[in-house]
Nanobody
Framework: QVRLVESGGGSVQAGGSLRLSCAVS????????MGWFRQAPGKEREEVVT??????????GSVKGRFTASIVSSDDSKKTLYLQMNSLKPEDTAKYYC???????????????WGQGTRVTVSS
């Protein structure tokens, strides 16, 4: 059974940093494509960064140069996806979710497996 659990959210001032973690258990070929997404109040969920089958990271433009994703495998069925967020801005305020699916390159709504989300608040 696939399970994703995020942690590491919180409140910071603009310019600060946070590191989010997503513990993925039950990893299978149906979860090889992973990513971080976020949803701000009153806005649609949007992609932050996705990892494709080849291991390439694709960042959305607004976070390029500030956010860095990485993945660590502890064994064949467990992985941890990280998101290091630097130079945070008030517009980064959102609930952040990690997600996984067997299909890469699609919009957020094709991802089958989701964590519960972790909230990030950036004050000016």
């Amino acid at each position: 059974q696939v399970r994703l659990v995020e942690s590491g959210g919180g409140s910071v001032q603009a310019g600060g940093s946070l590191r989010l973690s997503c513990a993925v258990s039950g990893y299978t070929p149906d979860t090889v494509c992973m990513g971080w997404f976020r949803q701000a109040p009153g806005k649609e969920r949007e992609e932050v960064v996705t990892l494709d089958r080849g291991g390439t990271l694709h960042y959305t433009g607004s976070v390029k140069g500030r956010f860095t994703a990485s993945i660590v495998s502890s064994d064949d069925s467990k992985k941890t996806l990280y998101l290091q967020m630097n130079s945070l801005k008030p517009e980064d305020t959102a609930k952040y979710y990690c997600a996984a699916d067997g299909t890469c390159g699609g919009a957020w709504d094709i991802f089958a497996f989701w964590g519960q989300g972790t909230r990030v608040t950036v004050s000016s």
